[in-house]
């Protein structure tokens, strides 16, 4: 890429704090928020384009209804693991960095609840019948979904785990692996386990390189934060910032993934095959977007407010360089992208992945002001905003799939993103400007000030 050189030349900051990652002294290294986004985002690039394979052979081998019943199956998973994970990621890259000999017990508090919250969610779900179309009522098939749901859920919270502790470029590795494995499983399990082998192949991957990775996290990686600088974390601070964040999380894992479950209740498996690598397409440009939010809030709980308008400034050239990118591409190959699956894919999927590509700079303008939220450690104030957005987006799926089919889902998107950023823009702006005074006043641990 060419944006080494136009991201490295931002107005440096009179103030320069201690880099952690250089205990002598002097200016923080300016390539770790590059190289945290980077690291991250060909994570999801990459994860995307073996998912997108992984469809591709199914959508060959297999027919629609059973494509269509493992995307909502797999979709219903997902939302559960979404809602399970308690938006841990935000929580430990904004509190992980510094949290040093507490950093294993951190570690272990948030799987531990979130493990206790998936189990609870998808207990929930199945006590309604909310997923009596999904799964079986067979106990080995909910004991199975059930596991499935807790190790999605840890599998999610690891990337912001391991970014958190300095070791982005573990991220990559871990997705792809559990990827490519998925991949692999795909032509053993075709025909096999009572029509569960692809639902199968995409989990038993994820579960066995979830529990790899935290076997390496907790006695290699947490130990090793023993000697890192050890604040102490206000634990009246973290559940307010951890509350207000799973509030937002919940809000938009629903948006994420709730969606193609509408989709196959009401249209029924078939039109959820079509819709199901679109919106997938359209969750892993949000994820690249989310990848650059994330590093920017590590490398700033970091070193502070000395470099802060450095960091934003990066950010912000990275999340416009990702949306513009993939909304051209996006509205300008939907057609011959989604034709690889076949024409009834095309036909049918093109127009839903064109709004879903429209929507990205509205999701990019979103997730700058979420930056600037966690960094003020003032969530609240977003939840009424996405709750907004919300309602628009899941509303008008479920009022427009009667008429428009599943282009509703993403227009509804499109109108709901647009809305909430124009609501956040002026903030943004703002907050953006104020970055340029003289930051060490009386602002303290890497607030921004701004209305």
């Given amino acids: 890429m060419t944006a080494g050189p136009a991201v490295g030349s931002a107005t440096p900051l009179r103030h320069a704090p201690t880099d952690p990652a250089n205990p002598t002294g002097g200016t923080a290294q300016p390539s770790l928020l590059l190289r945290t986004a980077f690291a991250l985002m060909s994570s999801t690039v990459a994860s995307a384009a073996l998912g997108f394979v992984f469809w591709l052979v199914a959508a060959r081998w297999f027919p629609p209804e059973r494509v269509g019943w493992a995307a909502a199956a797999i979709s219903s998973m997902a939302l559960l693991a979404g809602l399970a994970q308690l938006n841990l990621t935000s929580l430990f890259a904004r509190f992980l960095p510094a949290a040093g000999a507490r950093s294993r017990r951190l570690i272990l508090a948030g799987y531990a609840a979130s493990a206790a919250m998936a189990v609870l969610l998808t207990a929930g779900f199945l006590g309604l019948g909310l997923l009596s179309g999904v799964i079986g009522s067979q106990p080995v098939e909910v004991l199975a979904f059930v596991a499935a749901v807790v190790a999605s859920a840890i599998f999610f919270i690891q990337d912001g785990v391991l970014a958190a502790l300095r070791r982005p470029g573990l991220v990559p590795v871990k997705n792809v692996l559990a990827s490519a494995g998925k991949l692999a499983l795909l032509p053993l399990l075709a025909g ?21 990775v935290n076997w390496w996290i907790l006695t290699r990686l947490a130990p090793a934060q023993r000697t890192a ?14 509350s207000a964040e799973y509030v937002n999380g919940t809000i938009n894992n629903t948006l994420a993934f709730l969606p193609p479950v509408l989709v196959v209740s009401l249209l029924g498996p078939v039109p959820s095959a079509y819709f199901h690598l679109p ?46 990118l993939a909304m051209v591409t996006l509205v300008a190959a939907a057609t011959p992208l989604l034709g690889l699956l076949g024409p009834d894919y095309a036909a049918n999927g093109a127009d839903a992945l064109r709004l879903i590509g429209l929507s990205l700079p509205f999701t990019g303008v979103v997730l700058l002001y979420a930056a600037f939220a966690m960094m003020e450690k003032r969530m609240w104030r977003m939840v009424l905003v996405q709750s907004i957005g919300a309602v628009i987006c899941l509303g008008g799926t ?52 701004g209305a």
């Fill in 229 to 242: 600088t050890s604040p102490r974390l206000a634990s009246r601070e973290m559940f307010s910032f951890a």
């Fill in 192 to 212: 096999t386990a009572a029509g569960y082998g692809l639902l199968l192949a995409w989990t038993v991957p994820m579960l066995v390189t979830m529990l790899a």
């Fill in 398 to 449: 479920v009022l427009g799939l009667p008429r428009f089919g599943i282009a509703a889902p993403a227009l509804a998107l499109l109108v709901g993103q647009a809305v909430t950023a124009a609501v956040l823009v002026p903030g943004l702006v703002r907050r953006y400007r104020a970055t340029a005074v003289d930051p060490v006043g009386d602002r303290r641990d890497g607030e921004v000030t």
């Fill in 279 to 324: 919106w997938v397409i359209g969750v892993a440009g949000t994820t690249v977007l989310w990848n650059v939010v994330t590093s920017f809030v590590v490398q700033a709980s970091s070193d502070g407010q000395g470099r802060i308008r450095a960091h934003i400034d990066r950010a912000v050239l990275l999340v416009a360089l990702v949306t513009g």
